[in-house]
């Protein structure tokens, strides 16, 4: 036979299924393989005879019984013989209905039927030797996969099937028939008719159970042909409404395995995403992954948002019907489907964060995206600045970040890593508000995660402890912040924290490396965790061995401490003494007492006793502890006034904060009240005042002895006498009488006899009554006459007695503040502290060197201060010889006193003031005020002084009115006192009230490294707020009064602002006050606090005290009439203000309103209230204008808010660029007209705002809308923006200042960026129907990036570093911007009018730099339309474009250079 033949006829027969089982290999035998008769097979099953005879034949045997159905060939040859067999009949096709037919017959025996749908086995034997040994097909499988048998048998099947659904009860023998029969139909190599089987697959689906519906809704994707995907897909979705929730689960997954379209397959998602939050708790991961899998990124903002909206609400409302563990479960699978969809998608994790970037308020399926997104790689940054950003715009608030922790737990467990890096981002930072995040962070993830997770988080904390190095004693630091987290968990979980109490030892090790405040938070800790605990709490007595060895460790370091000899370390003990005895005597701790209730004040040493080895005490053992700890510190500290000073001033904050117990404060009663009168206070018949070498007398007593009894002697506090004795003591170093009553210990000894007073039921402020008007020993008036011919010991003397006198008075005013019949007398001595300050800093002009006595103990030691001082002193002396007289600041300092000194770098509350030595007020915000009358031009003592602290309670002397007449009103405040109260308080809410807003800092005031807030740290930041709301009825009363003051003023000038009235001492100290009110309005009203649910009934009542001045109903009024009130009554004030800086608070205090509640009319208004700022012109008492660093600061933040508030902005941004600016550079540097603030000074400031202001309204402008009238808007705007973007870089030809080149490389780089983002798709809609128009705008554009190359070029010249760390930004961005304009202008057919050319280097002025020669055109014309071949990496070319109209003919080579880009 021919080759060719023999390979015609083995296609041949390879592709014709019906033949017979010739031999196809030619040469070979056929296999012998032997049919079985159907005798040799027992108990065969009964049937049609015809039927069983042709399954025999073929070589299928069906059986009775148990016994399987075998398959005694391969399972195609069964098939092709049976084949065979039926269509080469000469009864085909009849002969196939038959088989059928019979078929159904043997398949009404059920127990024939449930067999043929079971697996067939192989028969054994030798004959059968060539077939497969697995289980093969049932019978009904391998009759379906035969095309021909196929359509008849599927529809009786159907028919079985459906009577098989019908059933109400599942087979007797446990066989779920519907199923069995599906899977017989599922995953078939072909289906001859599958719109019938989808059609009755389809109509059972709403007549079947529950069940069995989700039986056939699996079956759908094995079963459904690909046209057949989107009829069944949509019916589907149909369903997922009209059906209960328990198919959701099934649909969702055969959703997800169909095979749509894009647009049908959106549609589906849509639909189903809207179903999220009625769907049960199980199925939200199988909807997740569906509406995730395949996602497209136009649809992904839309799903991303539904999923947003109602993610938190489903975990949260299921909460009291599901178990916990199921929660967990679904959370846990729905948030591990979220994190597979972002790592498959790059564009839904784009998206996604996009989304949350824009949000103005974040949910916590928000926060949880973060983290997931903090894991994946390349994201950490930009997550990490995303949290910051939000933190600060008070959009993540610590309440989120706790809710989140309470809900997603079980999730954030798995991201352990992510927190921690997260916290550690925020904890670092020296924002208060951020590190405030953190550790709220680092406390819910111990709270609410196991063992192991706490562990890891205590040594993450302690490890911010030990790692502190030099900014450890920082207020601000991370080891400050990581101690409060831990004294936090102490306190809420100290039966969690105990177990790590071997970790929290260890930070024994490195209190010798802390400042004084975190050494007190650390002893705190440790006595918390040794002694807290009762003996009642059987949970917390059963971890006391935990305890027991912290007990040990603290008693032994605290008596070594006071035991030292150093200072440092005493301090250390004492800090150590006062936290055990707080815990020791806390009465809910120490319970009932045996016996009579007293403690035995029997001598008793601190010991470890046997009782406690067990780190138990009993309830007398705790109070006889604390006693001891008492005679300790009194034993160990009496010859050391400060270390005796600090020990009464912390046990009068403990007795204040804590509560002590009874027995413990009537034994510290008992030594206070006795030893003070004994110590400070007495009469004239006990201490002569005339025998000293310095002239002494009784001032400033406000009790008088009547005439008639003259035998009862004046009591007065022997100030003058003592420090003439310690100084006497302290020349001739006398130490036997080293033991005497020190100075040093008065205000802290009377602190604490104030305290246990308010706290001792058995005493009232009665008893000490008379120490308000006692009078004081002080060195007389006349002998300020001679005081600069006096002594230097002398003049220390003096200085001190004011020093003294001036805390004794601030400490009296503490003391009586709250009492109303005193209230004239604690008036008095608000002014007695002016005047004390007044002397005091006129003595101290004089005698610079003068190192105060320490009255804040709490501080760093002061031999630190002295040695800060002197090195301070050095650096700033040396300074000036380095820079000879340049600059200007040389000028200044050659015009001092010669007596002035250089003052360190450090200060802190209540210290002088190092540029003004107003003693009325520290903080003094005119910029242009003059100099005080009779005061020194600066202060200059070397050393920073210290007053004691004004307690919060001291503000309520703010109730009282203000006298401005010269009458010696004893109720009413006088300006300077007014002035007092409102500074300091100014202070403590700076400190105490975190905003989200970029800190301000006073004007005068300087950074300090250690804590100046001791007493008010003692209060909680709601405490404070809570009594600052209280005091707005009281300022606002001020505020009228100072107005109406102002307004008459104005009145009396003929309406000038700045008549010379305005400058007298009264009113610069109306001024200072008027400023002042409104900066602590604003603090108040901009704590971020109030965006929380904690807050804002808060903020209701202080809108309420605000809106009440203008309102009669504001008790009734709603919220949003609260602020519409509250910001048109501090509107009013702007007719009144006189001072830019107080124009500036005022205006921030209005942002503030406004923020609580954004409109559009408000906006306007605060706009418009900026503008009328912004046009004044504010001028000093010589008529000059106002300069400075702080005014320029001040007029850029005011430009801001107009040109960011209200209505057509880019109209105003054209109004101060095209009028105000350009009449300053015309003007050669004179002001403006229209805004007489803009002038050559401020005109850096204007320029960089008016840049700020376009780029914030540039990420405004919309993407490119429906409407064709929306589209033209949007052009025009950008036409607008393209124009100011032209007008500001023209700038720098005529001004070439660095901050200028800085801001339009900067800021100009923005504003090409959005165009390139923005205002590009939108050219690519409308190009064709305004052609011209975008002609022009990319034209406007060139010549802007043209510019900023000049400046570029420039940077370069000048080799300025930070110039030229913005050019690799700017490249970048114009060259997107040039190849998209030439895909745009591909895609319209236009790419011919679009070429390359070399532009040149220009400098600023527009001058070629002629030290680089230019590329030399090629022959042909220098004309190129390859953009590739033209590209310059180094910079020194450009590559532009030029946009022709279309059918223009392409440029010569003489017009090539006119048209470059």
Known sequence: ??????????????????????????????????????????????????????????????????????????????????????????????????????????????????????????????????????????????????????????????????????????????????????????????????????????????????????????????????????????????????????????????????????????????????????????????????????????????????????????????????????????????????????????????????????????????????????????????????????????????????????????????????????????????????????????????????????????????????????????????????????????????????????????????????????????????????????????????????????????????????????????????????????????PELVGELSGDGQFSQSSSSLTITDSSRSGILQSDQRLIQAKAIIDLVNASTKHVP?????????????????????????????????????????????????????????????????????????????????????????????????????????????????????????????????????????????????????????????????????????????????????????????????ELKKKFYRALAKNSSFMPPPSVFLGEPPRAFKEKGKSGAKKKAAAPKKDGTKGKGANKVNNQNDTTLATPNKSILHSTPRESVSEVSKFDFVASQPGKVGEPDMVVSTYPIHFRELDLSAFVLLSSTLDLTENDATTSLKPTDLELLLGDLAAKLEHKLLTAAPKRRFPLKQESDYDSFLMLDLYIPLEVAKRSVSLIRRLTTHLEAISGYFQQLIEMSDGMLDGPEMFTELAQRLGNSYTLIFRILNRIFSWHEFQKSTGAPLLEDALRFIAGRVREDAKTANLEELQASSFDYIEKFSSSITSFSCAVEHVQLLVSLYNHRPDPELSERLAMVAEGYLKRSWNTADGESNKGSKFNRDIENMIQVYLLHGSNVFGKLEDIITNAMAEVIQSDGSESESFRTCNNATFTFYFRAAFVALVENVKKIPGPGASPTSLRETFKTWEKVVFLLNQLVETVKTNDKRSILISCLKHGRLVIEFFYKLAMPLLDKQFKNIKEESQELLKNLQKSTRMLQNVCNHAKISSDQTLAANIPAMTRIREAIFYRVKHMLAAHGCAGAFWIGNLKNKNLKGQEILSQTSIAESDDGGQSRNASSEEDDTEEEDDDVTVLRENIAEPSDSDSRSREY
């Not at 079985?160 to 659904?165: D, G, L, M, W, Y």
């Not at 936090?488 to 790590?500: G, I, M, P, Y």
């Not at 008992?670 to 400070?680: L, P």
């Not at 100084?727 to 006899?753: G, I, V, Y």
């Open 1 to 586: 036979m021919n080759r060719n033949n023999v390979s015609r006829k083995r296609a041949t027969m390879m592709l014709d299924s019906d033949d017979e089982d010739d031999d196809v290999l030619g040469a070979l035998p056929p296999p012998k393989t032997k049919k079985r008769k159907a005798e040799d097979i027992d108990n065969l099953a009964n049937g049609p005879a015809d039927f069983i005879k042709t399954l025999t034949e073929a070589g299928f045997y069906p059986r009775t019984g148990n016994l399987p159905n075998l398959l005694s060939v391969q399972p195609f040859e069964f098939q092709q013989s049976l084949r065979e067999h039926l269509t080469t009949s000469v009864h085909y096709p009849r002969s196939i209905e038959f088989f059928v037919s019979e078929c159904d017959t043997f398949f009404n025996n059920r127990d024939n039927f449930i067999k043929a749908l079971h697996l067939t086995e192989n028969s054994g034997g030798e004959e059968t030797s060539n077939a497969i040994t697995l289980p093969q097909d049932s019978l009904v499988r391998l009759l379906l996969q035969i095309d021909e048998i196929q359509p008849k048998l599927m529809a009786t099947i159907l028919k079985r099937f459906t009577k098989a659904a019908n059933e109400e009860r599942p087979l007797a023998t446990g066989v779920n028939l519907p199923s069995l029969i599906l899977s017989q139909i599922a995953w078939l190599n072909r289906i001859v008719d599958p719109v019938h089987v989808v059609d009755t697959l389809l109509d059972l689906l709403n007549s079947s159970s529950s069940t069995i519906r989700k039986e056939i809704i699996s079956c759908l994707p094995s079963v459904v042909g690909d046209k057949e995907n989107i009829r069944v897909a949509f019916v589907l979705c149909g369903m997922l409404e009209e059906t209960n929730n328990s198919l959701t689960a099934a649909i969702l997954d055969v959703l997800g395995d169909l095979s749509l379209p894009v647009d049908e397959a959106a549609e589906i998602r849509r639909k189903v995403v809207k179903r999220l939050p009625t769907v049960p708790l199980e199925t939200v991961p199988v909807l997740l992954t569906f509406v995730f899998k395949r996602i497209k990124p136009d649809e992904t903002t839309c799903i991303i948002k539904e999923v947003g909206l109602h993610f938190d609400k489903i975990f949260k409302k299921r909460h009291e019907r599901v178990s916990k563990e199921t929660i967990n479960d679904c959370i846990s699978l729905s948030t591990e489907s979220i994190q597979n969809s972002m790592i498959g998608s790059k564009s839904l994790a784009d998206t996604w964060l996009k989304e949350i970037q824009s949000k103005t308020e974040l949910t916590c399926i928000d926060l949880l995206v973060l983290v997931i997104q903090h894991k994946l790689s390349g994201r950490r940054l930009e997550v990490e600045l995303t949290i910051r950003k939000k933190i600060r715009s008070e959009t993540l608030t610590t309440e989120l970040v706790k809710e989140t922790f309470k809900l997603y737990d079980c999730v954030l467990k798995n991201h352990f890593e992510q927190l921690c890096a997260i916290a550690d981002s925020l904890i670092l930072t020296s924002d208060p508000l951020l590190a405030l995040h953190g550790s709220v962070c680092f406390q819910e993830m111990f709270v609410h995660f196991d063992e192991f997770y706490q562990q890891e988080v205590v040594q993450a904390l302690i490890q911010y402890v030990s790692c502190a190095g030099h900014k450890s004693s920082s207020d601000n630091s991370p080891a400050t912040a990581a101690l409060i987290v831990l004294q936090e968990l102490a306190d809420a979980n100290w039966n969690h924290l105990v177990r790590f109490s071997a970790f929290i030892v260890s930070l024994l090790e490195y209190i010798e490396y802390m400042a004084l405040p975190q050494v007190k938070r650390v002893m705190e800790l440790l006595a918390k965790m040794a002694y807290g605990f009762s003996m009642t709490d059987e949970t917390k007595v059963r971890l006391a061995s935990f305890s027991a060895s912290i007990q040990s460790e603290l008693l032994m370091i605290i008596k070594k401490q006071l035991a030292g000899k150093q200072v440092e370390y005493q301090r250390m003990g004492i800090l150590g003494s006062v936290a055990l005895i707080h815990v020791l005597a806390n």
């Open 642 to 834: 400060e270390v005796t000073a600090l020990f009464m001033d912390e046990m009068a904050s403990t007795s204040l904060v804590h509560d002590i117990h009874p027995s413990l404060h009537s034994y510290l009663y008992d030594g206070v009240s006795e030893k003070f009168q004994e110590h400070f206070v007495v009469d004239e018949t006990e201490q002569q005042i005339d025998n000293f070498q310095i002239p002494l007398s009784l001032q400033y007593g406000l009790d008088t002895v009547e005439e008639d009894t003259p035998s009862v002697s004046m009591v007065f506090l022997n100030i003058a006498p003592m420090v003439i004795k310690e100084q006497n003591r302290k020349d001739k170093r006398d130490r036997e009488n080293a033991n005497q009553p020190s100075l040093t210990t008065l205000m802290s000894h009377f602190r604490l006899l104030r305290n246990t007073i308010d706290s001792f039921e058995e005493a009232n402020l009665e008893d000490i009554d008379a120490l308000l008007g006692c009078a004081l020993c002080l060195p007389t008036d006349e002998g300020m006459d001679d005081f600069e011919r006096m002594p230097q010991t002398d003049k220390d003397i003096v200085c001190r007695c004011y020093f003294y006198g001036t805390n004794w008075c601030i400490e009296v005013i503490n003391t009586f503040a709250r009492s109303k019949p005193m209230r004239a007398k604690v008036i008095q001595r608000l002014r007695d502290v002016v």
